[in-house]
């Protein structure tokens, strides 16, 4: 239940983000000269700033909603001697060469940048479906260091690992005593899909990746700018909501969450569009009825062996039958456990894109066949 369970963490947690510093001294030679270059420039991502300098790079990572200042890594080439003062940060020697990934979707981006030889370690054995990454568990090359949330660290220290991936921020104060670089990545915070897509260059930049990750990257954002101009004109903005109550709370995407920024550029009006919050707001049953009755369309994403059906929304809450995109049938699903909703989010946000464009406006997408979402 790995993406169900993050992404209910990052509900409850959203409002405390957790900052944690990990800081080292190192020395360095303060007579190297310091050269930035154009391609350090962040297009979408608001979590992580790029410096290059002669003889490394200094990455700092922030919190995309606040700008607080989260963690700063030094990474020099393996080939170079350091020896200049920096009071923060956490010094990596690269291209990396032993690491281990927290997160199924990371996993996927090790795939496309061609560096799945490098994990020797990964967490929730059962959400990963990269046959090249099942086998090396299965012969012993690559270790099962337990789950995201409770990982092995003992077998995490005997591995011997350079560096551990992880995507939620509450894990790395896991860590402290194994002295293992945490490399976080904060995708899931940004506001918009191609900030979250964006890391994967963050991800690049420690296995000497930059070219390949810049290009793949640079991609999808032609693909998606392409695809959003489509929407630009059109004459009619149906109106969306999202999800289920969840106990006496319902949780809504922020008006300016990368949910509501997808429904924008496909063509559709959110519930929330004056909102100006990036995370999930907690809300009433009575507000969401109020502000998403008239609704044209009801989105749901959930986790399950069963597919959920119009008599079992009933049974779960009567009123959900109050809203018109109930009584008109016109609610779409999307079951996390069998459809790859959230690697397409970081990998290929375009191809969301496609499928929300095609589901509010199908005379844009003729012939177009659904991947995550089905009609319920």
Not at 149 to 174: M, T, V, W
Not at 260 to 283: C, E, H, Q, R, W
């Amino acid at each position: 239940m790995e993406r169900f369970g993050k992404e209910l963490l990052f509900y409850l947690l959203f409002f405390s983000f957790a900052c944690c510093n990990n800081k080292q001294n190192h020395t360095y030679d303060n007579n190297e000269s310091e050269v930035s270059i154009p391609n350090d420039t962040v297009y979408y991502a608001k979590g992580f700033h790029i410096e290059t300098h002669a003889g490394y790079t200094l990455v700092k990572i922030r919190n995309p909603l606040n700008k607080s200042m989260f963690r700063e890594y030094i990474l020099v080439p393996r080939s170079k001697t350091f020896n200049k003062i920096y009071n923060n940060g956490i010094l990596i020697r690269t291209p990396l060469k032993r690491v281990v990934c927290f997160s199924s979707v990371m996993c996927e981006v090790f795939d496309i940048l061609g560096i799945l030889n490098t994990l020797i370690g990964v967490t929730d054995q059962q959400y990963i479906e990269l046959p090249a990454i099942n086998n090396k568990i299965v012969s012993g090359l690559i270790y099962n260091v337990g789950s995201f949330n409770k990982p092995d660290i003992e077998r995490l220290f005997f591995i011997k690992s350079e560096g551990i991936f992880i995507d939620y921020f509450s894990s790395a104060n896991l860590f402290g005593k194994l002295n293992i670089p945490v490399i976080c990545c904060l995708n899931y915070i940004e506001s918009h899909p191609l900030g979250q897509a964006e890391w994967i260059r963050f991800i690049g930049l420690f296995f000497d990746k930059r070219a390949t990750a810049d290009s793949l990257f640079f991609q999808i954002v032609s693909s998606y700018n392409e695809l959003k101009k489509t929407t630009a004109t059109v004459a009619f903005r149906p109106t969306v909501f999202t999800e289920m109550k969840c106990g006496h709370t319902w949780y809504m995407p922020g008006g300016n969450s990368y949910v509501a920024n997808m429904f924008y550029d496909a063509g559709a009006n959110y519930i929330l569009k004056n909102d100006t919050n990036v995370g999930s707001i907690p809300l009433s049953f009575e507000v969401i009825l109020n502000e998403a009755i008239k609704s044209n369309y009801w989105l749901i994403k959930y986790y399950s062996l069963h597919n959920i059906t119009y008599e079992q929304l009933e049974r779960q809450c009567a009123n959900y039958t109050l809203f018109d995109a109930y009584k008109r049938k016109n609610i779409y699903v999307c079951n996390t456990i069998r459809k790859p909703y959230y690697h397409a989010l970081l990998l290929h946000p375009d191809w969301l894109l496609k499928e929300m464009i095609s589901l509010f406006h199908p005379e844009l997408s003729h012939g177009y066949l659904f991947k995550y979402y089905e009609k319920l």
